[in-house]
């Protein structure tokens, strides 16, 4: 499997929302290594509806990304103790069954607060394990985040920095050791 694709979703639509400057950390790590393709989901350009009021291009356009993605990161920031309705709702068009049935799903959560997204990471673990995922151990959690980053959404955090980077690096290793052997031997055994 020479490339992977990776599609990354931001769970706020604030401007200049500490989700997004947290996840481009994340994508930028992947796009270091060659041979990854990260798609950036940002609802900021979206007209996410409830469910049974979707636009059906929109929901058919979000489920081809994730249908085609390799791996999926999902970046929330915590209110009221959990998960952001933005992201529910990019969730609720992925459909049911899910698009993220079977794929490796990598958590990623921010908060104004000491304690960080704790949370909603609970909680957005449960939801994308009911719908099939295979979420990933290791989710990252970034608290006082209006402290992590600059005006320019430099990190000014080297240990968030280090735990953001380290996030990509677990979705590539566990894609490269548990989902390319399985597409590899799949292709041997369908040419022999």
Known sequence: MANL????????????????KALAVTVDE??????????????????LCTPGAQDPELVKMLQQKVT?????????????????????????HLGYPSMLSGKPVALLGVAAGAIGAIKSLEHLRSV???????VLPGPVSVASVHHAFDAEGNCTDPGVEKRLRGL?????????????????????????
């Open 5 to 20: 694709h990776i599609v990354a979703m931001i769970g706020s639509r604030r401007p200049g929302n500490a989700t997004a």
């Open 30 to 47: 992947l796009r270091q290594n060659g041979g990854i393709e990260v798609d950036v989901v940002d609802p900021a350009g979206l007209d």
């Open 68 to 92: 085609a993605a390799t791996g999926v990161i999902l970046a929330t920031p915590e209110y009221h103790g959990s998960y952001s309705s933005v992201i529910k709702l990019l969730i609720e």
């Open 128 to 134: 994308c394990s009911h719908v099939g995922a295979i």
């Open 168 to 192: 990509a690096r677990n979705l590539n290793d566990y894609i490269h050791q548990n989902i390319c052997p399985r597409v590899a031997l799949e292709q041997m055994v369908r040419e022999g």
